[in-house]
């Protein structure tokens, strides 16, 4: 399977810890975005990055979010002292930047997680 | 800030029947894109709309884009059971990032064999 893998794809964790999701992009894809859907409600945009490089943050990405993008491959998006409001499904999306403006967002199957 | 907004939230029809839904931003789109997510699934990239007044098909479904490029709707004639799940609309956030999609709140299509 060549499309964006997220993992894992429910994480279940008690309020105050702290939970780490990983998406892995379509290998050629140099663009990675993060997104929040909660139920009733289209993805919200977290935040991107165009090779390794954070290009942007919403201002829904508290200070207890952070996303990373090490090698310009994988992705990992933390949360630490995940409240009850947190519990989203956590999608990912990567494209190729080219002439075409703009790209076509490939979505993973996402992360629920459920804070208790 | 921009909003897209979608209409009906709701929509149940009879097998064979048609559909559409409406999506109206707050800003001239410099594109729309839309997707459609299935009841558990991902949103999955339907097709992008450019130019003032286009009109794209895909089989069944009809896209617009309106020609002061700030609504469109999606069309479906003749529903089938697979096309159960919601479909959401998506344009670029105003401020010129083109990578960054504001989606609106989706329309549920359910129908009924």
């Known amino acids: 399977d060549t499309g964006v893998s997220q993992d894992p794809r429910h994480k279940i964790t008690k309020r105050g810890q702290n939970v780490t999701f990983r998406c892995d992009p379509i290998?050629?894809?140099?663009?990675l975005y993060w997104y929040r859907q909660t139920l009733g409600q289209g993805p919200e945009f977290l935040t991107y990055f165009q090779n390794e490089a954070q290009l942007e943050k919403s201002r829904l990405l508290s200070d207890r979010f952070s996303a990373e993008r090490p090698k310009g491959s994988f992705s990992t998006l933390e949360i630490q002292r995940t409240e009850q409001g947190d519990s989203a499904m956590y999608l990912c999306?990567?494209?190729?930047?080219?002439?075409?403006?703009?790209?076509?967002?490939?979505f993973g199957p996402g992360t629920r997680l459920t804070v208790l | 800030g921009q909003q897209v907004m979608q209409i009906p939230q709701y929509q149940h029809v009879q097998e064979g029947e048609d559909f559409t839904t409406y999506c109206n931003s707050s800003?001239?789109?410099?594109?729309i894109q839309w997707y459609k997510q299935r009841p558990g699934g991902h949103p999955v990239f339907l097709i992008q709309l450019v130019k003032s007044g286009e009109v794209k098909k895909q089989k069944r479904l009809t896209f617009q884009f309106g020609e002061a490029k700030k609504n469109s709707s999606l069309h479906i004639t003749a529903t089938q059971t697979t096309d159960v799940g919601t479909y959401f609309c998506?344009?670029?956030?105003?401020?010129?990032?083109?990578?960054?999609?504001?989606f609106g709140k989706g329309t549920l299509l359910t129908v009924n064999p």
């Open positions: 998506a344009g670029p956030h105003s401020g010129g990032s083109n990578y960054k999609l504001t």
């Open positions: 800003t001239t789109l410099s594109n």
């Open positions: 999306a990567s494209s190729l930047a080219g002439p075409r403006v703009p790209d076509t967002q490939y």
């Open positions: 290998s050629e894809h140099n663009r």
